[in-house]
């Protein structure tokens, strides 16, 4: 059976915090930000909410759900991507399960960092392929904030907070996730990281070699969307539109140029939420389902990677 996307949810808070906000916390200018990132503004939680990972995906799952049209009980498994759980354990899906009243679902959460979406993706259709599910939830809740070092210029203007959902649902074989791969390389691990024990708030914020991640990106997503769509029978002039994770609009457009992308073919949304990590990929496809870009019977892929190193390409027939 095909695991299509039944329905695509997104949230994000309110308050903005723009690149010129930036410019009175680190020597930085908008510029630089723009020039050398793409972003102009991302969404924060403020400092004095109580909202959790688990918050920001109910809020995205229950728009995912109600596009899809299906209740929560009819829900078979959950999967979230997140880097600052809600705690260390249980899985932040476990909450998330509560609070939808999920109670068919399993749940358990993926650290994949930035490509928890696509791993999560993976699972969706496995899961529904062997004909164990007929709906998964996979999510990326990212409350990525509190844990960046707002002393780091070079890190801290790159990141924002959202969650997007996605509703994996039975399809005919021909549609929906026809090959996804998955890989990692942990001797990298030193060049992105969070240290520190979730739940406690001191001392803990992200390190990033963003010159290595950067190079590093370009490269393994280059081969992977390339041998992905190979290994599905495809070249890359076959595919309609690629959706990437969405952390610097200079990778984006190097991987574009590398696979000989057009424009039209590349979802760019950066400028609006900086990198959001696991839930940029739901945020990018629910951009360009509202803009009226994917169509029936095209060929899409998506494409992220993150810490871990971690990365990963689900080919999808729309
Ligand atoms: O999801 C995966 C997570 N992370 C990423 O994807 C990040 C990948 N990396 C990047 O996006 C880029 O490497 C950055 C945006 C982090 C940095 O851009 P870059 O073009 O690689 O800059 P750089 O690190 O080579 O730094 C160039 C200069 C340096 O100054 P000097 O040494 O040339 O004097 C930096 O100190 O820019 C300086 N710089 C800044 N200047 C103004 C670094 N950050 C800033 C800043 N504002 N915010």
Not at 12 to 32: A, F, G, H, Q
Not at 288 to 313: D, E, N, Y
Request: glycine letters at 10%; aromatic letters at 6%; proline letters at 3%.
């Amino acid at each position: 059976m095909g695991a299509i996307v039944r329905g695509i949810g997104t949230y994000y808070p309110d308050n903005i915090l723009t690149n010129s906000d930036l410019e009175k916390m680190v020597e930085t200018t908008d510029e630089w930000i723009t020039t050398r990132t793409g972003i102009k503004q991302r969404h924060i939680l403020p400092k004095d909410s109580n909202l959790k990972a688990s918050d920001f995906g109910v809020a995205a799952a229950l728009k995912a759900m109600a596009q899809a049209g299906i209740a929560a009980d009819e829900i078979d498994g959950i999967i979230c991507g997140n880097i600052n759980p809600d705690k260390q354990f249980p899985a932040t899906a476990c909450f998330i399960q509560a609070k939808l009243g999920a109670k068919h679902a399993f749940a358990f959460d993926i650290t994949a960092a930035c490509a928890g979406f696509v791993y999560g993706a993976n699972m969706a259709a496995l899961l529904i392929d062997s004909g164990q599910c007929r709906n998964v939830l996979v999510i990326g809740a990212e409350i990525i904030s509190p844990v960046l070092d707002w002393t780091d210029r070079n890190s801290c203007i790159l990141f924002g907070d959202a969650a997007g959902a996605v509703v994996f649902g039975v399809g005919p074989k021909e549609r929906g996730v026809l090959l996804s791969q998955l890989k990692s390389d942990g001797t990298q691990s030193e060049i992105l990281y969070l240290a520190g024990s979730v739940g406690s708030d001191s001392n803990r914020s992200m390190y990033m070699d963003g010159k290595q991640v950067f190079k590093s990106a370009v490269t393994v997503i280059t081969d992977i969307v390339r041998s992905t769509l190979q290994k599905a029978g495809y070249t890359t002039q076959d595919l309609d539109l690629l959706v990437m994770h969405q952390a610097n609009v200079r990778i984006l457009s190097a991987i574009a140029d590398k696979l000989g992308l057009p424009p039209e073919k590349m979802v760019v949304n950066v400028e609006r939420f900086g990198n959001t990590s696991s839930a940029s990929i739901p945020l990018a496809l629910a951009d360009a389902h509202a803009q009226g870009r994917l169509k029936p019977g095209m060929l899409v892929a998506l494409a992220a990677v993150g810490g871990g190193m971690s990365w990963g390409c689900n080919v999808m027939r729309w």
